[in-house]
């Protein structure tokens, strides 16, 4: 966590000189996980996400920005396990899996348009972990139904790397102000647990999102 904030800190300071622009954006995501050898089925959950942006033009059609956000990532199931075979008593239920980060999207983006900027953004997202549970809840013992409960997930790993691809609108206010709307996906280019899957390839996150926010001119 320390780092990405050094991190962000000082791209914030080298932008000081250069047209440059800070948002405050907020969104949501739906996240899902995958394994290419398994081809697990999940049913994605819907996070939050907001955060800082600072971007920065390198000419009229070419910037390069970072933010410092905060996401929330994971999936959700339903799973049957057999008490007793035999007889046929199961216990049913439902779970989540969450996983809350602290991220430092890195974006480069390409403009086009004059009173209305459109962009296209391809861009990298390291992240620290932060939180991650596993949440069960709707259990069904035969004719019997259960409180649910929360556990802390252990195997866990604590940086993910993500790819992103975004597009998006800028709408001017004023010439200081401006209102962004972003729609983007992204997907983990590392596992996102410390074991393995069945074939040993590991589970990553998978997720589309949408945001906006407003963003603030700070330099010419």
């Known amino acids: 966590m320390k780092i990405l904030a050094l991190t962000f800190l000082t791209i914030v300071s080298a932008s000081a000189t250069a047209q440059s622009f800070v948002g405050f954006m907020a969104g949501m995501n739906r996240t899902d996980m995958y394994d290419s050898d398994t081809r697990a089925s999940t049913k994605a959950a819907t996070g939050f996400t907001g955060g800082i942006t600072i971007e920065r033009f390198l000419n009229a059609r070419y910037s390069i920005g ?13 799973a049957v396990e057999y008490v007793d075979p035999q007889a046929g008593t199961t216990i049913k239920f439902d779970y989540r899996v969450r996983y809350d980060y602290a991220s430092m999207p890195i974006r480069a983006s390409i403009h086009a348009g004059k009173k209305i900027d459109v962009f296209a953004t391809l861009g990298i997202i390291p992240a620290v972990l932060l939180d991650r549970k596993l949440v069960i809840k709707n259990v069904q013992n035969g004719n019997q ?9 252990t195997r866990a790993t604590k940086v993910d790397v993500a790819a992103l691809l975004e597009a998006g609108i800028n709408f001017p206010l004023t010439k200081k102000h401006t209102l962004f709307c972003v729609g983007g996906i992204q997907r983990s280019l590392t596992s996102m647990t410390t074991g393995q899957s069945i074939t040993g390839s590991g589970l990553r996150h998978y997720a589309a999102g949408v945001s906006g926010g407003l963003r603030i001119k700070v330099r010419k």
């Open 66 to 78: 970072v933010g410092l956000t905060y996401v929330q990532r994971g999936f959700k199931n339903s």
């Open 145 to 153: 139904s259960i409180k649910g409960y929360t556990m802390e997930i």
